[in-house]
């Protein structure tokens, strides 16, 4: 007599090992690199559009230089993983360059090249948190893993919208993911914007950043954008933990203006 309850634990039993096996085997798949970095960048309505394509092109040219490079192939597997991600409303989070394994000088010069001729598109609001939401959601659904997964945000102002960073801090404090912040600080309004009188460098490191090491590196729309940005991605893809005086701004501790639209 066969009985159906020993039936149904074998029939169990063989969907469990698939499963596994099946694990198994999407994990042989996934490719090793030294960092994920996901760039998260504002394009909200309080960056106007001369600052949205500085922002682009600062990325763009820091991608391609030889220290970032240089970096990359300095790591204990020499390439990294990295994703272009634009992003303003609880909604509009876009992927300017897909995931991409970067190896080489024409890899970088490839991803850039992606970077920038990919269509520029403007949203309204400031969602950080669920801008960091989702950029989590892209690296737990990659196909990659490292021993380092990084957020780096840029913005130019304060959250106006979308999910509570304390939410989005828990989300990426579960997977293991670091988020560092460069705001933009700019003495000008902008076309779209009004003036938000806020300490924008102590309110990305109160609220934005989060897990071990975490860092924020601020610019100056107008002088400081590519070497900040340069400078941040060579700390953050190199792993060193920056001193003092690389993230001092030149006149650090005096009020700054942000933006809000």
Known sequence: MIHFGN????????????????????????VDVDVELVLAVDISYSVDEEEAHRQREGYVAALAHED??????????????????????????????????????????????????????RGHYTAIGSAIADAVRRIDANDYTAPRLIIDLSGDGPQNQGMPLEGAHALAN????????????????????????VNLEGYFREHVITGPGAFVLPAR????????????????????????????????????VGRAP
């Open 7 to 30: 039936c149904v634990s074998a029939a169990l039993a063989a969907v469990c090992v698939s499963g596994l096996a099946a694990n198994a085997a999407a994990q042989d798949d996934r």
């Open 68 to 121: 970032v490079i240089r970096s990359i192939q300095g790591g204990p597997l020499g390439r990294i993983a990295v994703t272009y991600v634009e992003w303003a409303d609880t909604g509009f989070q876009r992927a300017a360059a897909d995931w991409t394994v970067i190896a080489s000088e024409e890899d970088a010069l490839g991803f850039a090249a992606q970077v920038a001729a990919a269509p520029f598109e």
């Open 174 to 197: 579960q997977s293991g993911v670091v988020v560092n912040g460069l705001p933009v600080i700019s003495a000008s309004e902008g076309r779209w914007v009004r003036p938000v009188e």
């Open 221 to 256: 729309a107008e002088d400081e954008f590519r070497v900040a940005i340069l400078r941040k991605l060579v700390l953050e893809i190199a792993g060193a933990m920056p001193s003092r005086s690389e993230l001092a701004l030149p006149d650090a501790g005096t009020p700054v």
